[in-house]
């Protein structure tokens, strides 16, 4: 069997990309509401609580407006998560040393690293489709921007902006999801290893869920800040008046608005969300053994 240079046979990972796409297909349509709930909390047009914007959201829009974007997601997610998956894999293989030999500190680098350059490398491939869903789940009210979904979404902003519209807050979202996935996949791949005497191989689903919501609300709400700017920097594509051109006027205009709160906002959501992240690391590890 051909290997990759990382020693990941071909075929494993062409393995690893399909379980991690279909796991991350199936968390994120259990929990799609949570995920329109946060998204349109997180970009501001949201009543200021889940419920609330929940209701508004059904009130203007009926019950399945609360999975609308979804398959653009799952479009955008399945790739991402094969990716992830796939890569970190891949990834590991190369930069985690022998724990005995390197020590803790290299040895636990290693899995962050991994996880970091996993996120940065799904998100270059598939970013244009994160952008589109941002703009579809925010896109609230009777009268919508984009009725015809996420090809609507591509010709609007490339005919008032071209392809770069579709990369804009590109830069902070690499920032913002290298520190996400290093900490997501990096704390529990190595949790595992500290805590499972087998390393997670045999041990209860049930405690490896536990690890994974632990682990995915605390990336997550480290990691926050910048993922609520860089929501707000896909925004402004189309826009007709533009309010903050980088990252910095937008932490800057955020701070002056809003203030501290302001960047957490939806966190609650996101926490809640963070079900369906969870699924996704323990479903693609209970396959796995079977597949």
């Not at 009777?142 to 830069?171: H, S, T, W």
């Amino acid at each position: 069997m051909s290997t990759t240079k990382s020693g990941v046979g071909v075929a494993e990972f062409a393995k690893n990309l399909a379980l991690g796409g279909t796991s991350g297909c199936l968390a994120k349509t259990l929990c799609a509401p949570l995920e329109r709930v946060k998204v349109v909390l997180q970009t501001g047009a949201g009543t200021g609580s889940m419920v609330g914007t929940a209701k508004g959201i059904v009130a203007d829009q009926g019950w399945r407006a609360l999975w609308r974007g979804n398959l653009t997601n799952c479009a955008r997610y399945f790739p991402t998560q094969a990716i992830n998956f796939a890569c970190k894999e891949k990834y590991q293989k190369a930069l985690v040393p022998n724990k005995e030999e390197a020590g803790f500190a290299r040895w636990f680098a290693g899995y962050l690293m991994a996880g970091g350059a996993a996120g940065a490398t799904s998100l270059t491939v598939v970013y244009p489709l994160e952008f589109s869903y941002t703009r579809l789940a925010a896109d609230v009210g009777k009268v919508k921007q984009f009725p015809g979904g996420l090809p609507d979404v591509v010709r609007q902003i490339r005919a008032k902006e071209g392809i770069g519209g579709l990369y804009r807050g590109y830069p902070v979202s690499v920032v913002g999801i290298i520190v996400y996935r290093a900490g997501y996949f990096g704390f529990y791949d190595a949790g595992k290893m500290i805590f499972f005497e087998d390393g997670g191989q045999n041990t209860s689903v049930f405690l490896k869920f536990a690890l994974a919501m632990a682990v995915d609300i605390s990336a997550a709400v480290f990691a926050y800040p910048v993922d609520t700017v860089r929501r707000r920097l896909m925004m402004q594509s189309g826009a007709e008046t533009v309010q903050f051109d980088g990252a910095v006027s937008a932490i800057s205009h955020i701070m002056k608005t809003e203030g501290a709160g302001g960047f957490f906002r939806g966190c609650m959501a996101n926490n809640v969300r963070a079900i369906a992240s969870a699924l996704v690391l323990v479903l693609y590890d209970e396959a796995k053994k079977y597949v």
